[in-house]
Structures are given as structure tokens and as C-alpha cells.
């Protein structure tokens, strides 16, 4: 087998896992909220994008070694109070869904700079065009 398709063949096994695990999670989330006791899968799935953000941004920061320790020392502590996040993993998709909806907040505040084209405005001009002819 060639690099090239070598190459090819890990980017459609990564984007069959993305797609996979985009699909997992609301399932996931959906049955651990629902359940009448937690489980360690739901507290993974409950703390996992915000492990996998803090990853990506530890792997891009300049002390890279120094971020990595903080992530991996980060993680043991989820692990020595796996007991504790297993029994309050809704708190961990509360804490997710406020801090989504305050970055979109943030973003759009953001865009009502004098110096910027507001969201909404980018929005439209994505979907429609030219906002000259509405």
C-alpha cells in the first residue's frame, strides 16, 4: 500500500470516527441524564470535549510540556474523583452548555464592535449575498 493511499485511507478512518462519535455523544449524554444512576461511560462522555479543547490548546501552546503536565495532572484528578463525577456527571453537560452559550455570547458582543461587521450581518451575507437588495 502506497503513502497516498496510506494517507487517504487515515483520513477517512478519522472522519468515520469523528462522524461516529459525534453521533455517540447526544446519545450517550441523552441516556446518562435520563438514567436512574450514572455510569463511568457517562461521566467520560460528560467531561470528554472539554478534555479533548484543553488537549488540542495544550498541544498548540508555545510550553507545550508545561500545558501537557497541567492536562495530564488535570486528568488524575478526574480519575481520583471518578466516584464523586460518575454520581454528578449532569453537572459536568450543565457546566458544558452554559460555557457553549457564553463563548456564542462572547463571539456575538464581540462582532457589535464599531471596527466589525456584526454576526448577524456575516450571517446574511453568507446565506443571501449582498444585503443591498433586502
Known amino acids: 500500500m502506497g503513502v497516498h493511499k496510506t494517507g487517504m485511507w487515515l483520513r477517512k478512518a ?10 455517540a ?4 449524554s441523552y441516556r446518562t441524564n ?14 470528554a470535549p472539554l478534555l479533548v479543547l484543553t488537549l488540542t490548546a495544550a498541544w498548540a501552546a508555545r510550553a507545550r510540556g508545561l500545558w501537557l503536565t497541567l492536562w495530564g495532572g488535570a486528568c488524575l484528578t478526574l480519575w ?9 456527571c449532569s ?8 460555557g457553549v452559550m457564553a463563548l456564542l455570547c ?7 464592535r464599531p471596527s466589525c461587521t456584526p454576526l448577524i ?3 446574511s451575507l453568507l446565506m ?3 444585503l443591498t437588495h433586502l
Open 14 to 23: 478519522r472522519a468515520l470516527a469523528t462522524a461516529a462519535l459525534l453521533l
Open 34 to 47: 435520563t438514567a436512574r444512576h450514572f455510569d463511568p461511560l457517562g461521566a467520560l462522555f460528560a467531561f
Open 121 to 123: 450581518s456575516r450571517l
Open 128 to 130: 443571501r449575498g449582498s
Open 25 to 28: 455523544y447526544p446519545v450517550v
Open 80 to 88: 481520583h474523583y471518578r466516584a464523586f463525577m460518575t454520581a454528578h
Open 106 to 112: 462572547g463571539l456575538f458582543l464581540r462582532s457589535l
Open 91 to 98: 453537572w459536568a453537560y450543565l457546566a458544558e452548555d452554559v
